[in-house]
């Protein structure tokens, strides 16, 4: 899917961004096929595996241990779903996360393969912070990877 939205030329530049990158095979795939890539994982004995892995592989693939969520944002539980909880100031951030310098209005492409019950709250993230542009490329599940674009 990276390779066939790139080969289309869909997207706008360069920047990709792995919402709870895990091992950090799709961070890391993106840096092979010419991504500036990152990925955000909360999880320390994760990032640092995905880490080994862009080493393993010269890749400059950056990782990052923090909450995909930027600050101000949650996702609780809720009837059937779960909700997107909103910052209560809507005040611009310096940057999405403390560690980084950029913004996540300047990501070209997020990934993310949310649990189920998150689904409909990650596409309201992305909804809510990515730039006008911006892809998500979401995988729901076997045969269901879905491409949306903020507009």
Known sequence: ALHKLREDSLIEGDFFCEWGSGLGAAAC???LIGFDSIGIEIQPALVA??????RDHALSTHFIENSFLPPG???LPAQGANELIRPTSRKTLPSAYPEVDWTLEEVDLF???PWP????ATLELFDEVAGDGALLLAYFGEKDVCVYRKE
């Open 49 to 54: 595996r995905a880490k080994q892995l862009a």
């Open 29 to 31: 795939l993106a840096t």
């Open 73 to 75: 944002y949650e996702i």
């Open 117 to 120: 019950e998150e689904q409909e």
């Open 111 to 113: 990934y993310v393969y």
